[in-house]
């Protein structure tokens, strides 16, 4: 007797402090997980229902019905279709939000590399130039669309005042202004403000490659520049590629330089630009909603092929 | 034959020597040249900021601020909007720090140290809100802000900014809780300490480097919001500083005083400057672990 109850009785009371244990953890996450819930749950849960609905932003210019996909795709009377899936602005921004990305992000690792692997060498003032590089990045995105915006001034900015010296622009002209180097111009910008950052991500992958390893291929004769595709980039890629991903995340959900500098110019709207029009400007809550959906739908995507594709480990 | 020998094998010695104090030159100058590149548009705007705004159209483009000059200075501390929008950010900033890392401790304590179901799931989550594009909960948040009855108020701002601030909070504590050994713990549980005391008097000062780098990369953070704090404001009782820089001089671009946009950008600018070189490392290694953690 005395045993079976001493053996009942132990997986009880742990089971009890368990118990206890999961329920303490409940209420120590409670107050992360409502808050969480006001300021990302529900909005997401509102933006996916006011999407399919015609709801205008201030609730007094009129009801609210639901109009399924109509605010995606919409074949009118005439046979004509219109909505989010064939407006040409969307495209543009669509576009133009790809070509931004892609090519700041590339140019973006190839510098940040260079200023990873001088920062990395035994010379002297690396320190200077560590602490040199997060200045960029530590200037608000605000205040450096701000900066730059004055170097692109037209007649009084000194970029345009090179461009018209090297024959590209002409009196009165700015990259910023001309509408085929414009989304180019931002992409100057996005790059000196964030190839710093990934300069910092990469320098940490570099000193963690033994340096062991660079000696035992002096002493086996390999150049620098074997030694660099032999060595040092097989080793750094992985720090390489979350690098790579964090930055396109950024890139394509890229608001606060493009609008500060050029507010709504289609030539350099990103796919947010575009949502927020849609949303706060023309108050069209409903098709505002379509858009923001969308791109949330194609973050997630981008995101579930990066924690697949990367093994992404949790504990 | 011995004499010939003599150049032949000093020839290529000499030439590795010069060669090293080429690369060694060139290498000085790409150094110079990053520096160039990455201070320059800084320079620039502190030396704008000196020009008086009369002088701006004749010497703008002059390398040096031919006659220096603090009065853009003296008219961005003179202006009350701007000096609302410090006020504004420094509300905001603050709040969002303190309440993301008071909510984050206690959730990186459960995450970190407890074992229960849906732990997996819930880092899932978490993770997955720290990657939301802004965009998608901006229409969404609108009307709970209004509903909350926090429009233009800077408690709409910090109840918003938690979106980003504290999923990254909770990663990096977490990660930086599972290492803090559970002999800590389960000794303070032995002495009869409630979860919330062990929390707070043996975890927490333990946690401090890791408050700190968090507290401070939220805090940039929330200083540096510009998407939600232009569309949830609307006047200088909530407006904070980018969108009061963003919005200088409102008008069309070519009459934007840009003199003064470089004082007031000089001015939110070298605090942050400042705070990140202090803390320089700190911020290093919060963001390689946010990175790499997630």
């Known amino acids: 007797m005395a045993i079976s109850t001493g053996s009942v009785s132990r997986p009880r009371r742990r089971a009890g402090i368990e118990t206890t244990r999961a329920r303490t953890a409940m209420w120590l996450l409670l107050p992360t997980v409502i808050v969480l819930a006001l300021v990302a749950g529900y909005p997401l849960l509102r933006t996916i229902y006011l999407s399919f609905t015609d709801a205008p932003l201030n609730s007094n210019s009129g009801p609210t019905t639901f109009i399924g996909f109509d605010n995606y795709l919409f074949k009118g009377e005439d046979g004509t279709w219109t909505g ?49 590089i997060l200045v ?52 100057a910008v996005d790059v000196w403000k964030t190839a710093p950052f990934m300069a910092l991500l990469l320098l940490a992958g570099l000193q963690g490659i033994p340096a062991d390893m660079y000696e035992a291929a002096e002493v086996d004769g390999a150049s620098k520049l074997r030694q660099f595709f032999r060595l040092t980039l097989p080793l750094l890629t992985p720090a390489l590629l979350v690098a790579l991903v964090f930055r396109t995340l950024d890139a394509l959900r890229v608001f606060d330089m493009p609008f500060v500098v050029k507010q709504y110019a289609q030539e350099t709207m990103t796919m947010s630009i575009y949502a927020r029009q849609n949303l706060i400007d023309f108050g069209t809550l409903g098709y505002g909603s379509a858009v923001s959906l969308l791109i949330f739908l194609i973050i997630m995507v981008f995101t579930v092929i990066y924690v697949t594709s990367l093994r992404v480990r949790f504990d | 034959m011995a004499v010939s020998t003599v150049p032949v094998s000093t020839v290529p010695k000499r030439r590795s020597s010069a060669l090293q104090t080429l690369g060694l030159g060139l290498f000085w100058v790409l150094i110079v040249v990053i520096l160039l590149y990455v201070l320059f548009p800084f320079y620039w705007a502190i030396k704008t900021s000196l020009t008086s705004s009369a002088d701006l159209p004749q010497t703008a483009l002059s390398f040096f601020p031919p006659k220096p000059t603090l009065e853009n200075y003296v008219t961005v501390f003179t202006t009350p909007s701007f000096l609302y929008s410090l006020r504004n950010s420094l509300v905001v900033a603050v709040g969002t720090v303190l309440i993301s890392l008071v909510l984050a401790s206690l959730s990186s304590y459960a995450l970190g140290k407890f074992r229960f179901r849906g732990k997996t799931a819930l880092m899932y989550i978490i993770l997955g809100v720290s990657v939301f594009p802004q965009i998608a909960v901006l229409g969404g948040m609108y009307t709970t802000i209004q509903t909350l009855n926090l429009y233009n108020k800077p408690g709409g701002l ?21 290492e803090i050994p559970t002999e800590l713990e389960e000794a303070a549980l032995v002495d009869g300490a409630t979860p ?99």
């Open chain 1, 84 to 132: 989010l899936l064939v407006d040409p602005v969307w495209w543009t921004a669509v576009w133009n939000t790809v070509k931004f990305s892609v090519v700041s992000v590339v140019l973006e690792t190839l510098l940040g590399l260079m200023f990873a692997m001088v920062i990395n060498s035994k010379i002297k003032g690396r320190g200077l130039l560590r602490t040199a």
């Open chain 1, 136 to 187: 960029p990045w530590a200037i608000p995105t605000v205040v450096s669309a701000q900066m730059w915006a004055w170097m692109y001034q037209d007649n009084l900015g000194v970029i345009s005042q090179w461009g018209r010296s090297l024959g590209l622009l002409e009196a009165g002209q700015s990259f910023l202004s001309k509408t085929d180097t414009a989304l180019w111009a931002l992409v």
């Open chain 2, 158 to 178: 910090v109840l918003s900014y938690m979106i980003f601030t504290l999923p990254f909070t909770v990663w990096v504590l977490t990660s930086f809780v599972r």
């Open chain 2, 196 to 294: 919330l005391q062990t929390l707070f008097k043996v975890l927490l000062p333990v946690m401090m480097p890791a408050l700190a780098t968090t507290g401070l990369l939220a805090f940039i953070n929330a200083w540096n919001e510009y998407l939600f704090a232009l569309t949830y404001t609307s006047d200088d009782a909530a407006r904070t500083v980018p969108v009061a820089i963003a919005s200088f001089g409102g008008g069309s671009q070519h009459e934007s005083p840009f003199a003064l946009i470089m004082a007031a950008s000089v001015v939110v600018t070298i605090p942050l400057i400042i705070l990140v070189l202090v803390f320089q490392r700190n911020i290093v290694s919060g963001l390689t672990a946010g990175a790499v953690k997630g």
